[in-house]
């Protein structure tokens, strides 16, 4: 198949609309059925996203913003600006709160909490595409873990539930629950006996994703004194090998100064923050090649007296790439700074949000995507979800 020009078609949708921006697509999708079939198909959309992986400086970035009570969706370039808000989750009256869990393919998941239960929506910020996961009750146990992301070789989202249940006064069994969205079902995958003190929610209670299907937590043991980073593999549907913490971290004379504060993902890196007791600084340090000690690198020092005047350390959210800029979130106080690595200076990262709204915010960075969800239905048929302020993105 040719077109006026000569071009292949084929050519054309294998090599030329796999490159486009998600929002040029979406647009695309209104010039004709053909078109809209072509890229609403599963094998586009994996096209798609491959060559998103490959390169991707071509990903357009959103800034999540996340509350207790509503999530706002930001766009975000390279060069330390934002634009309007482009849609508004709310919660309904029947839950207590909500939070997102995480992202996977520029996916959310989000987690709406209602006293002893949770129930679990996915939603695509740029189709303005939801749907809803049917409820996961909490006689599991207590103390769970969330965590969200993409199993590839079977074209499956998934969210995994870590949760402890208690068998007597020194041990616990913690049991790995999981949800397939192809399914439509939960199962345990996994149950192991642990110590009553072990705790996954050591350091964040939602799963640091990386390569779309290794979720991590850190969680404490007691008895050793130390942290540790678990792995799940959401394709291989089991726990894998412990991620290392850099190698000073198990220096005792480093643990006596150091503490750990927080734990996530950016640019495609596992990081930590570090806070330093005696020197009053926040360290973030990245690990640049997965899985190997010694790619462990530090990215930034911020001193306490520089960082806003804070105590209780910072949150890393962002890179950019083109500048040597980062954005920061202050831990407990739930502002955001653009950060200067080179010179030190900062300044207050400016959002369009109702004064409320800065309690308890968490960040999170999304791609753009063209991910379609079955059974799915647009933001404007719920009751959870507010209408945008501006245009779709």
């Not at 913490?245 to 004379?253: A, I, K, M």
């Not at 993902?265 to 009053?280: A, G, H, S, Y």
């Not at 010694?294 to 890393?316: K, M, T, Y």
Request: glycine share 4%.
């Amino acid at each position: 198949m040719r077109t006026h020009k000569g071009l292949d078609m084929d050519v054309i949708l294998v090599e030329i609309l796999p490159r486009l921006p998600a929002k040029t697509l979406i647009r695309f999708k209104s010039v004709c059925k053909s078109l809209n079939s072509v890229i609403s198909s599963r094998d586009f959309v994996r096209l798609y996203l491959r060559h998103q992986s490959l390169s991707p400086s071509a990903t357009d970035k959103c800034l999540i913003l996340a509350g207790h009570h509503r999530i706002n969706c930001y766009q975000f370039d390279q060069h330390a600006t934002t634009t309007p808000t482009t849609f508004v989750y709310s919660k309904t009256s029947r839950h207590e709160e909500l939070a997102v869990i995480g992202t996977s393919n520029g996916l959310l998941c989000i987690r709406l909490i209602k006293e002893n239960f949770s129930e679990f929506s996915i939603l695509n910020p740029t189709t303005r595409n939801y749907r809803c996961i049917r409820t996961l009750h909490e006689e599991l146990g207590v103390g769970h873990s969330y965590g969200f992301g993409f199993d590839h070789v079977n074209l499956d989202y998934i969210i995994v539930v870590v949760s402890d249940h208690h068998n007597n006064s020194a041990v616990k069994t913690r049991i790995t629950s999981v949800y397939s969205l192809n399914k439509n079902s939960w199962s345990v995958v996994n149950e192991i006996a642990v110590a009553a003190t072990d705790t996954v929610e050591a350091v964040r209670r939602y799963g640091v994703l990386i390569d779309n299907n290794l979720l991590h937590w850190m969680s404490w043991i007691p008895e050793l004194r130390k942290h540790r980073i678990g792995c799940f593999d959401i394709c291989k549907n089991k726990w894998t090998d412990d991620v290392l913490l850099p190698q000073f971290y198990y220096d005792l004379t480093w643990q006596k100064k150091i503490r750990i504060v927080d734990f996530g993902v950016v640019d495609d890196c596992l990081f930590l923050t570090f806070m330093d007791r005696i020197e009053k600084r926040d360290d973030v340090w990245v690990m640049k090649e997965y899985g190997v000690q010694e790619s462990w690198v530090r990215l930034l020092s911020i001193p306490d007296f520089n960082c806003f005047q804070i105590r209780g350390g910072i949150n890393l959210v962002a890179c950019c790439q083109s500048s040597d800029t980062v954005l920061v979130r202050l831990r407990y106080s739930s502002r955001l700074f653009w950060h200067n690595k080179v010179d030190g200076g900062h300044s207050e990262a400016k959002f369009d949000v109702a004064p409320d709204f800065w309690d308890n915010i968490h960040a999170y960075m999304c791609s753009r995507s063209l991910v379609h969800l079955p059974g799915g239905q647009l933001f404007e048929h719920s009751e959870a979800l507010c209408k945008s302020s501006t245009d779709s993105l």
